[in-house]
């Protein structure tokens, strides 16, 4: 009976082991059962019980309006149908729309044109609810950011880098500004660096009684152009756009304020001195009080930021609080003004970890509203006096949702799943959308109660990509931890091979990234890359992945000791991992590979030349390799300016150490990169060529820093596919 016993359960393993199939490059790409369910679109309305979503029938676009507790949709606030446009042909399958406050009006994009990472152009329209009737607002070209005035009489919107204002009811558009010029003068947009480095776009915003706008007013005139060649036709057409490189010269940036009853501008003045150079101005917020602006400025070398309240009237500021620090000061959206008039929260990390503070109007420190040896990751906002944010408290590698009362009192964890949680409140924060994954689960999303965050109902399980990544030879994601050579215990996670055996040794990719405040070791799906590290674990790669100093989520501290010095101690932390992973009995250690984009590209390079005698292969995916050759406001957070720090300039570029390299090396660049130029690749093969290493190059023509569109990813992670199994 045992034999039989044996040979039946034998026999079962191996039909289980047949029926499992690899997992292919053109699956990876092309199989929707692979590709995880999100929610999205989701907009709540003013009562914060209902929300509305944009949606796709056989009839055109349509905003669904919904209920939060059960989901039912309970009407149709707009049909393409609807949108009735005089001489228009066809009718406007949109891709976007805000609300009115009171929601009788809707504004309508159609016809996107993207112009860089988080800025488009658009068609844009105004419905109005009540009279069924169609305003076009782009009549003299596409437009940008058109938002609604708080009473919904107006609407402001970008055209052409000038700011207008469209009264409704007439349909007379206004300018507020004319000087606007491409690539000379910005107004109510901002310029390439902010919407990069600073992560916005839109530069206008309504006071709170729709009597006037703030606006960013932007003369990039003496800043310096970069051009890419677009080829296509018989000439290539050239690509010319103003990128402010480490230590050159940045926009000119004023912040005015324009009047719509006197229907004229005033500049704020935002420096004692009045001058308007070396400093910048990352953002501005209107208070509580519709006649006080506050106004965040920042220094050149980033290291003190003041916040200023401005009054509207005459555009006199005063300094209301300032932050000093010895490396570098983090820009965030984290400021909160109280609806009592009296009180608002700043996000700061001046106790070594990012926290939540509350302050008076004055600007003195009352309280500190959240502690502990964790950083706060984000803040959702504030109802009554309770505060909902994000933090990476269990752990730098999860994120879980918490609500706190203003006085720091009554702290609790909403959502209850372990890995990365984010939110998405309702406007009375009465419900959230939760998004929870893990490194080996996709995204489950539900909806939540906001006050003691159990699960109402499951809006997305993705038991689809579940079940089907059952039917494929995987590995699990596993978490580990180890010490450098400082003795300073560093986070990791590796995918071993398919029927790993402790006895048998395996080649290992690792994948870097490495930039400062930037995790890649999460407890969070990884989405096509973790299913491209599945297949080369079933071809017998170990992968593994370690986040090194610098990196995120463990305080003010360990992220900024990097300051001033790039790559150096990033570099020997992946060294010291790869030399962890080769002292372990099941690795090959004379066939460690590893591979980065963008900073971790740069990564890459530094580890095949300074790391040359341990890593075997490397690919560098559209790489930094002089920041010098990269943006002002990045390259002098972390580096200060060129002139003040040439030895870490120099000691930080893999250019330096170009005749170090040993292995496989194979760099990818998209030609129009506006992010990271191609410039970078092409100084770096000089650097090799004249050291005369050998080494492989792939070019893709108009790609910008995504490497996207069409075949092009399939044909990239071919290409690296194949690489590796030549190489390691």
Same mark, same amino acid.
Request: charged share 25%.
């Given at each position: 009976?045992?034999?039989?016993?044996?040979?039946?359960?034998?026999?079962?393993?191996?039909?289980?082991?047949?029926?499992?199939?690899?997992?292919?490059?053109?699956?990876?790409?092309?199989?929707?059962?692979?590709?995880?369910?999100?929610?999205?679109?989701?907009?709540?309305?003013?009562?914060?019980?209902?929300?509305?979503?944009?949606?796709?029938?056989?009839?055109?676009?349509?905003?669904?309006?919904?209920?939060?507790?059960?989901?039912?949709?309970?009407?149709?606030?707009?049909?393409?149908?609807?949108?009735?446009?005089?001489?228009? %042909?066809?009718?406007?399958?949109?891709? *976007? /729309?805000?609300? +009115?406050? @009171?929601?009788?009006? !809707?504004?309508?994009?159609?016809? #996107?044109?993207?112009?860089?990472?988080?800025?488009?152009?658009?068609?844009?329209?105004?419905?109005?609810?009540?009279?069924?009737?169609?305003?076009?607002?782009?009549?003299?070209?596409?437009?940008?950011?058109?938002?609604?005035?708080?009473?919904?009489?107006?609407?402001?919107?970008?055209?052409?880098?000038?700011?207008?204002?469209?009264?409704?009811?007439?349909?007379?558009?206004?300018?507020?500004?004319?000087?606007?010029?491409?690539?000379?003068?910005?107004?109510?947009?901002?310029?390439?660096?902010?919407? %990069?480095?600073?992560?916005?776009?839109? *530069? /206008?915003?309504? +006071?709170? @009684?729709?009597?006037? !706008?703030?606006?960013?007013?932007? #003369?990039?005139?003496?800043?310096?152009?970069?051009?890419?060649?677009?080829?296509?036709?018989?000439?290539?057409?050239?690509?010319?756009?103003?990128?402010?490189?480490?230590?050159?010269?940045?926009?000119?940036?004023?912040?005015?304020?324009?009047?719509?009853?006197?229907?004229?501008?005033?500049?704020?003045?935002?420096?004692?001195?009045?001058?308007?150079?070396?400093?910048?101005?990352?953002?501005?917020?209107?208070?509580?009080?519709?006649?006080?602006?506050?106004?965040?400025?920042?220094?050149?070398?980033?290291?003190?930021?003041?916040?200023?309240?401005?009054?509207?009237?005459?555009?006199?500021?005063?300094?209301?609080?300032?932050?000093?620090?010895?490396?570098?000061?983090?820009?965030?959206?984290?400021?909160?003004?109280?609806?009592?008039?009296?009180?608002?929260?700043?996000?700061?990390?001046?106790?070594?970890?990012?926290?939540?503070?509350?302050?008076?109007?004055?600007?003195?420190?009352?309280?500190?509203?959240?502690?502990?040896?964790?950083?706060?990751?984000?803040?959702?906002?504030?109802?009554?006096?309770?505060?909902?944010?994000?933090?990476?408290?269990?752990?730098?590698?999860?994120?879980?949702?918490?609500?706190?009362?203003?006085?720091?009192?009554?702290?609790?964890?909403?959502?209850?799943?372990?890995?990365?949680?984010?939110?998405?409140?309702?406007?009375?924060?009465?419900?959230?959308?939760?998004?929870?994954?893990?490194?080996?689960?996709?995204?489950?999303?539900?909806?939540?109660?906001?006050?003691?965050?159990?699960?109402?109902?499951?809006?997305?399980?993705?038991?689809?990509?579940?079940?089907?990544?059952?039917?494929?030879?995987?590995?699990?994601?596993?978490?580990?931890?180890?010490?450098?050579?400082?003795?300073?215990?560093?986070?990791?996670?590796?995918?071993?091979?398919?029927?790993?055996?402790?006895?048998?040794?395996?080649?290992?990719?690792?994948?870097?990234?490495?930039?400062?405040?930037?995790?890649?070791?999460?407890?969070?799906?990884?989405?096509?890359?973790?299913?491209?590290?599945?297949?080369?674990?079933?071809?017998?790669?170990?992968?593994?992945?370690?986040?090194?100093?610098?990196?995120?989520?463990?305080?003010?501290?360990?992220?900024?000791?990097?300051?001033?010095?790039?790559?150096?101690?990033?570099?020997?932390?992946?060294?010291?991992?790869?030399?962890?992973?080769?002292?372990?009995?099941?690795?090959?250690?004379?066939?460690?590979?590893?591979?980065?984009?963008?900073?971790?590209?740069?990564?890459?390079?530094?580890?095949?030349?300074?790391?040359?005698?341990?890593?075997?292969?490397?690919?560098?995916?559209?790489?930094?390799?002089?920041?010098?050759?990269?943006?002002?406001?990045?390259?002098?957070?972390?580096?200060?300016?060129?002139?003040?720090?040439?030895?870490?300039?120099?000691?930080?570029?893999?250019?330096?150490?170009?005749?170090?390299?040993?292995?496989?090396?194979?760099?990818?660049?998209?030609?129009?990169?506006?992010?990271?130029?191609?410039?970078?690749?092409?100084?770096?093969?000089?650097?090799?060529?004249?050291?005369?290493?050998?080494?492989?190059?792939?070019?893709?023509?108009?790609?910008?820093?995504?490497?996207?569109?069409?075949?092009?990813?399939?044909?990239?992670?071919?290409?690296?596919?194949?690489?590796?199994?030549?190489?390691?």
């Amino acid at each position: 009976m045992k034999k039989l016993f044996f040979v039946v359960v034998s026999f079962s393993l191996s039909l289980s082991s047949f029926a499992q199939k690899n997992i292919e490059l053109q699956e990876i790409y092309s199989n929707p059962s692979l590709y995880p369910k999100s929610v999205s679109g989701i907009v709540s309305m003013k009562d914060g019980e209902h929300y509305t979503t944009l949606e796709k029938t056989t009839e055109g676009s349509c905003i669904v309006r919904h209920e939060y507790k059960t989901g039912k949709s309970l009407d149709t606030l707009l049909r393409q149908q609807d949108l009735v446009i005089a001489n228009a %042909e066809v009718q406007v399958s949109f891709s *976007g /729309y805000s609300l +009115s406050a @009171d929601e009788s009006k !809707i504004v309508i994009t159609a016809n #996107d044109e993207a112009i860089y990472r988080r800025s488009k152009r658009s068609d844009c329209y105004v419905y109005d609810r009540t009279t069924k009737k169609t305003l076009p607002l782009t009549k003299e070209g596409k437009c940008m950011y058109a938002s609604f005035s708080p009473d919904g009489s107006k609407v402001a919107y970008v055209r052409e880098n000038n700011l207008f204002i469209c009264d409704l009811s007439s349909g007379k558009e206004r300018p507020i500004t004319t000087d606007g010029v491409k690539n000379e003068i910005i107004n109510g947009a901002v310029d390439w660096v902010y919407e %990069e480095e600073f992560a916005m776009s839109q *530069g /206008y915003c309504w +006071s709170s @009684d729709g009597q006037r !706008i703030a606006y960013y007013r932007f #003369d990039e005139s003496k800043v310096k152009e970069y051009s890419m060649d677009i080829y296509g036709d018989t000439y290539p057409k050239k690509e010319t756009y103003k990128y402010p490189k480490a230590g050159e010269a940045n926009s000119m940036v004023q912040v005015c304020i324009y009047d719509l009853l006197k229907a004229s501008s005033l500049k704020v003045p935002v420096n004692k001195d009045g001058s308007i150079t070396d400093q910048y101005i990352p953002r501005i917020q209107w208070t509580k009080d519709p006649l006080t602006l506050s106004i965040q400025r920042l220094n050149r070398k980033q290291n003190e930021l003041e916040l200023l309240f401005a009054d509207a009237r005459n555009g006199q500021s005063n300094s209301v609080l300032t932050e000093e620090s010895s490396t570098y000061i983090e820009i965030n959206d984290d400021l909160f003004f109280l609806d009592d008039k009296k009180h608002f929260i700043w996000r700061s990390e001046e106790d070594g970890y990012s926290h939540l503070y509350l302050y008076n109007i004055n600007g003195q420190k009352e309280k500190q509203i959240t502690k502990g040896a964790w950083d706060l990751t984000k803040m959702y906002g504030v109802s009554g006096n309770t505060i909902y944010y994000q933090a990476a408290e269990p752990s730098a590698m999860e994120r879980a949702v918490y609500a706190i009362k203003t006085d720091g009192s009554g702290k609790k964890r909403l959502s209850a799943r372990s890995g990365t949680n984010d939110a998405q409140f309702s406007r009375n924060f009465n419900y959230f959308i939760n998004f929870n994954s893990t490194a080996n689960t996709p995204a489950f999303i539900t909806l939540n109660n906001g006050t003691d965050g159990k699960d109402l109902r499951t809006l997305e399980d993705n038991a689809i990509v579940t079940t089907t990544l059952k039917d494929f030879a995987t590995s699990k994601k596993e978490f580990f931890h180890f010490k450098n050579t400082e003795g300073i215990e560093l986070n990791g996670w590796m995918i071993k091979p398919l029927n790993f055996s402790a006895d048998k040794k395996y080649p290992v990719l690792m994948m870097v990234y490495g930039g400062p405040g930037i995790n890649i070791v999460n407890d969070s799906w990884d989405g096509k890359n973790y299913l491209w590290y599945q297949l080369l674990a079933e071809k017998g790669y170990l992968i593994a992945c370690v986040d090194g100093r610098g990196t995120g989520y463990r305080g003010t501290e360990f992220r900024n000791c990097t300051y001033k010095q790039l790559g150096k101690l990033e570099t020997a932390d992946q060294i010291d991992a790869a030399k962890y992973l080769g002292a372990q009995s099941y690795v090959d250690k004379s066939r460690i590979g590893i591979w980065g984009w963008s900073y971790g590209g740069y990564m890459t390079a530094l580890c095949m030349t300074l790391g040359a005698d341990v890593f075997k292969t490397g690919i560098s995916v559209a790489p930094v390799c002089t920041w010098k050759n990269y943006d002002s406001v990045y390259s002098e957070r972390f580096m200060d300016l060129p002139k003040n720090n040439e030895k870490g300039y120099s000691e930080g570029s893999p250019i330096t150490y170009a005749d170090k390299l040993k292995g496989h090396f194979l760099l990818i660049h998209g030609t129009a990169d506006d992010n990271v130029h191609y410039q970078n690749t092409m100084e770096l093969t000089n650097a090799l060529v004249k050291a005369d290493k050998q080494f492989d190059m792939f070019s893709y023509p108009n790609k910008n820093h995504n490497i996207s569109g069409g075949n092009t990813r399939l044909n990239l992670y071919t290409k690296m596919t194949n690489f590796l199994l030549t190489n390691l």
